[in-house]
Structures are given as C-alpha cells and as structure tokens.
C-alpha cells in the first residue's frame, strides 16, 4: 500500500496559505533516504552521490542533499549556477553534460568542477577553451544491448551518449598527455530499473574496463562512477529496490576485480536522481470539475504542464484521494488536466474512491522529474513547491508563477 505523507487535515491547512496546485517534499524522507544510500557504500572509502539536479532543480531540496554529504550532477549552465549558489565547489560538482556549449565548459571550468567528457571531440573542444585539469572523467557507452540474465535492460548501441572503447582509450591517453593525473569512468545503461543486480552489473563491466585501462596506459583510476538509473516503485505491487544488496553488490565485484589489482582507493560514485527524489515528493491537486459522457472523467486543477511523465512516457502515478484512504475504490475514472490536449491525463481507467468536487487528490512519487518537466504550454504557470520539515512546519522553496513571470519574457513598449 502507497502511503501519502501528509493527511488530508495537514493538507487543509497548508491550502489555506498556498493554493493547489502544489509540490510537496518530505524533509524527513529525503534525509533518511540520503543516511541509506551513503551507509550502503560506506564500505566504500571515496564513495559520494552527485544528486543529478535535473531531476529536481529546486535550490532547498539541494541544499539538504548537500547537508546529507551528496555533490551536485549538472548538465547545463543553470544547473552550474545553482550547484554554486547552495554553496557547492570544485569537486563537490561533476558536470556531466552532452552536445555542450562553450559557455557551459567555461563556467564548468572555472567552478573547478569535474569534467566529464561525452566524446573524444570534446576534448580539444574544452581545451580551447580551459586548460585540461587534473581529474577528469569519460562516459562510456559499450553499445549492444545491455542484458541481466535474459531482460534486455536497454539498447547502448542507440544512445547518443558517451564514447566506445577504443576512442575511451584514445580519450585517455590525450588527456594524459595535456597534464590529466587522475581519471575517472562514466557510464549510465539503464534508467529506471528494478533490479537490484543493475549497479554490480554495470560495476563489473566499468572495473574490468578500469584494469585494462590501467594496465595499458599506466594512469591513476581514481573513480568509477555508476551514473543514475536506479528506479523506484511507481505501482503499489512492485518490489522497491533494497539499496543495501545495491551496495554490497558492487562491494562483492569491487574485491573480486580491483583489490587484486592493487586498485583498491577507487572512489564509487553514483548520480541518482529518481532514487534520491522521486518517492518523497508528490503534486497535491483540487478536483474542480466532473464530467459524464462515454467515460466517467475528474479534472484537475493541475494539468500535464505540471507533471508530464503520464501525458509523456505512459508513466503509472499512483493516486490518494485524501481523506478516503480506507473508502473501496469501486469507481473507474480518467483523472485529468485542462489542457487542450487529450493526453493530458494523470490517469485512466483508474479504480478510485468515489470523488467530489472539492476533493485533494495526492499524485505519489513526483518528487523527481516532476516539476522539473514543467512547461507553459497553454499559458500554464508552473505551480509551487513546498518542504514539508522534520518539526512539521512547511517552507515555500519555490513561489508559483503568476502570469507577470509568463509575460516577462516580452517586451511590451508600444504595444500597450
Ligand atoms: C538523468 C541523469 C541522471 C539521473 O538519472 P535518474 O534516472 O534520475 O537516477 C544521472 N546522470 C546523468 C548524466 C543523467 O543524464
């Protein structure tokens, strides 16, 4: 059973100061999710989580990840200037990007962040730009298809990112001549799994290619890093990942691989988004309007410019109706947003308790690559985000847009 985090009494009384639609994040999930996932690797001596600040670009929810011990994973200038203003430096930032501008590796540079090159043509790219510092990293992309046991976990040889093998060797052997001493590998496979084998599986192949790369190059491997991808369990039967196997998993091939090799000061890195976020945020949404024609239908004061991933990929939400926890869910709904768009639905052929106008609909597990992915499509604003505390008092982190931010963006002389 999904559990929303807050009552519908506690949702009440936050309405009352600031309207629906809204996130909500849970301090007190986040926190000790961010204890689990570094107790997990704290066999580990390097390890650190670079929370990928796509998934979540909300300056409060950075700043407790980053009092939680995680770095910052950014991939675009903004998302530079953000891990900067909570506070993040040098190798507290690993900017893995792709296809980038100039201007991103220059801010990137001169924040002293962790370059992670996408491709071996980025390389003279950013030299003219900045000198080659001293840790870098490269993403690696081994094609094929990516297997655990029979599940074909998805397709590296249709991904644009990262480099193959042969020019990953030639990436290093560059940087080591224009002064790199330590080097780090990337490689992100599989997004969204669900099985505890896809950290130790991509660890495996990322340490055997760290000996080889060692041995033929004779340079220090200082990190591995493992990237993002770990999933959550969006549908209320589906099994959570036990992030503890997760950590010994990788600890289990990490002996088998680098201690013989004498590599055993190689760091861990992760750049979870999704695991860090996902379940300890949700959309809190007014159902203002029902409509019975071919299909029963509940419409939100919320639309898919607030949450996209149902309207996007098909993806499950699952939905509390506050206050009717307990009721049978004995009536089918499309649940939806108002824009002019008939994928705009958060849900369909859902089994709910029975809804009246009025009622607080909480949209589970949309704490990553939830607001994030807004848009204003329509002339939607994008909605607010709030921090449940640890003491039970809320924080606004982010105010909603009023129509004065949509209509900032033009220049009105003369037309009014
Ligand atoms: C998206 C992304 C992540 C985070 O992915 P999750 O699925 O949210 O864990 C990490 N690293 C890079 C480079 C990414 O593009």
Redesign the pocket.
Known sequence: MKKPFVSLEQAKKIIEQYPTPFYLYDEKGIRENARRVNEAFSWNKGFREYF?I??TPTPGIIKILKEEGCGS?C?SFTELVMAKAVGQKGHDIMF?SNVTPEEDFVLAAKLGAIINFDDITHIPFFEKLAKIPETVCCRYNPGGVFQISNDIMDHPEDAKYGMTKTQLRDAFRMLKEKGAKHFGIHS?LA??TSSNEYYPMLAKILFQLAVELKKELDIHISFINL????GIPYEPEEEPCDIMAIGEGVRKVYEEILVPEGMDDVAIYT?????MLAPYGSLLAEAIHEKHIYKEYIGLDACAANLMRPAMYGAYHHITVLGKENAPCDHKYDITGGLCENNDKFAIDRMLPEIEIGDILYIHDTG??GHAMGYNYNGKLRSAELLLKEDGSVELLRRAETEKDYFAVFDFTGLF
Do not use: P, Q
């Open positions: 990928a796509k998934a994973d991939s893995s992100f997004s969204s990237s993002g991808g770990v750049e979870m988004g999704r695991y990553a690559h």
